[in-house]
């Protein structure tokens, strides 16, 4: 009976051995090999040595301090590395010796960064980058995460600090809860830049500015000495940012007047300056630009001269308003603009005037403005608010005496046309109806006067090839102010992304992408258009997996004063 009873046992137990073989789980990608051992239990990888992920296919490799490191990064290929961190700051230093490769540098604690998910990055084209991570005071894991938009050799440097603030404050402040308090004279993160004091009224002598730099005054404004400061920069190339703040100095997040357009001449006026001590700091946005800087004192009697002597008089140093104006300038005219009928106004460089039509039919609407000589009106349009240098759906700048502006079908909805001062400028504008189209280069005219454009081919003139691009393909590009470049991506998938990126600027393209037709900046269904950045991406979704086709347009903004060179990608998955 015992034989019996173990003969059952073992027949049992090996019932049971063959169940668990018959139940065993596979892994992931087989743990790509000798870099991981599978638990045939879970179906979980157990990852050997460096290597990470699901499927272990990941190698972090650990970054030693002050080491310089030497690798590869090939094109949308992602390379990690990590550390652990005692708290103090520190900076992730990458070279490319390849001037035509570009790598971005993305840092994040905790836990792999990606394109969407990071604590710091550093996405510019230039060739040696460096990202500053400042003190948290605690023990931190830290991953670094390098994709390689094109193909490139780099050396990746961590550099420690034993000091909680960057670079020890330069020997020109103390350090204080990880921040540098800047010695009077000196300003900056790490007290790097001198504060030099500035002559009202005096050019200063040209200084070369260099990416990520900056370039201090102070000026002490006396009680009795000014009601306007006019601030001016020329340029001959590259792009400086003017932040003005008063009591203090400016940064990129603090400041109380800005100007951080494209212009080689900036202009900027503040009225009524408090008395006491101004601040004037000049930020280099593009390498190696000279400038020089001025700022003019003087005692206006009225801002804007009042817009002119049709809008307001000035009584001492206010203006009051004639009949249908309003506004500190009188820059506002109040009621609807008449079609047919002749306007005029006055701004001041750097100032606007207002007004607003409604046409209420299909009909195109053509707004014409005449300037006077050797002088410099800009004409901005915009639907349901008031438009600005770098929001709008119409514009015409330049120095033309006249600008016209044709609107399709401007519908029922309220129209804001605003002139603004590039220059001291006087202005003549009217606005009239018609419904003949313009120029249709590939297309035909339709009964409300716009072009239907022929396939291949987009823009308000049908002018504008549209270029097909497969996916995954990289084309290169430029454009210029005011211009379109358009593609078309074909892909059954439920989803694609377009991506753009500016070669050596940043945040002077916008990218717009469209499910009907070439994009326009008054129709369009998807957009990015930020200014901060040299990346622009647009992701579109849809119910389900079918073909589609996308219409991407590449747009030279306002800031764009030259030309922008980019580059432009588009992906969808196969699902």
Not at 226 to 253: C, F
Request: charge should be negative.
């Amino acid at each position: 009976l015992q034989m019996q009873a173990r003969s059952l046992i073992v027949l049992y137990l090996a019932i049971l051995g063959l169940s668990w073989v018959v139940q065993a789980r596979d892994c992931p990608n087989n743990c790509s090999g000798a870099n991981g051992r599978c638990n045939t239990l879970t179906g979980v990888c157990q990852c050997v040595g460096n290597w990470n992920g699901d499927d272990c296919s990941i190698l972090i490799t650990p970054l030693a301090a002050n080491r310089p490191t030497t690798g590869h990064a090939e094109f949308r290929n992602w390379i990690y590395y990590t550390f652990e961190s005692t708290g103090n700051a520190f900076q992730i230093r990458v070279t490319q010796p390849n001037r035509e490769g570009d790598v971005d540098v993305y840092v994040r604690k905790n836990e792999r960064p990606d394109a969407i998910h990071y604590d710091y990055a550093d996405l510019t084209t230039e060739a040696d980058v460096t990202v500053d991570v400042p003190a948290n005071n605690q023990v931190t894991r830290w991953y670094v995460g390098l994709y390689g938009f094109q193909s490139t050799d780099y050396t990746i440097t961590l550099v420690t600090r034993t000091s909680t603030c960057p670079e020890d404050c330069s020997g020109h402040g103390t350090c204080s809860n990880n921040e540098c308090v800047c010695t009077t004279g000196w300003a900056g993160r790490a007290c790097e830049t001198q504060i030099e004091e500035l002559n009202a009224n005096q050019w200063t002598p040209q200084v070369t500015l260099e990416a990520t730099k900056w370039k201090y005054y102070h000026m002490r404004v006396a009680a009795t000495s000014a009601n306007r400061l006019t601030l001016s920069v020329i340029m001959n190339s590259g792009d400086v940012d003017l932040y003005v703040k008063y009591g203090g100095v400016p940064t990129q997040e603090d400041w109380d007047y800005a100007d951080a357009g494209v212009m080689l001449n900036t202009t900027m006026v503040i009225e009524t300056p408090q008395p006491g001590d101004w601040y004037f700091g000049l930020y280099g946005y593009a390498s190696s630009t000279p400038f020089t800087f001025r700022v003019l004192t003087a005692v206006a009697e009225c801002p804007n001269q009042c817009s002119g002597a049709t809008h307001g008089t000035c009584n001492g140093v206010q203006c009051r308003c004639n009949a249908g104006f309003s506004g500190t300038t009188c820059e506002t005219y109040t009621q609807l603009i008449q079609f047919n009928q002749r306007y005029e106004g006055h701004v001041d460089g750097g100032e606007w005037n207002y007004w607003k039509v409604q046409s209420g039919t299909s009909n195109n609407m053509v707004v014409s403005l005449t300037q006077s000589d050797r002088q410099d009106c800009d004409l901005y349009i915009n639907s349901g608010q008031l438009p600005t240098r770098f929001q709008y759906q119409y514009r015409h700048t330049g120095i033309d005496k006249d600008s016209v502006i044709r609107i399709d079908n401007p519908g029922s909805q309220l129209w804001w046309v605003g002139v603004f001062g590039f220059t001291n400028c006087d202005y003549v504008f009217n606005v009239t109806e018609g419904s003949s189209c313009p120029r249709c280069v590939n297309g035909n005219c339709d009964a409300q006067g716009r072009c239907i454009c022929s396939p291949g081919f987009g823009g308000e003139q049908c002018d504008v090839p549209v270029v097909e691009v497969q996916n995954g393909q990289k084309v290169q590009g430029s454009v210029s102010a005011n211009e379109w470049k358009y593609y078309k991506f074909t892909a059954t998938s439920s989803s694609i992304q377009a991506l753009v990126k500016e070669a050596t600027t940043r945040g002077q393209i916008w990218l717009f992408v469209s499910m009907a037709t070439a994009p326009s900046l008054a129709a369009y269904d998807y957009a990015d258009q930020a200014l901060n950045t040299a990346l622009h991406k647009v992701s579109v979704s849809i119910a389900s997996s079918r073909q589609q086709t996308y219409y991407i347009g590449v747009y030279g903004n306002p800031f764009a004063e030259h030309t922008v060179n980019f580059q432009l990608a588009a992906w969808a998955p196969p699902f």
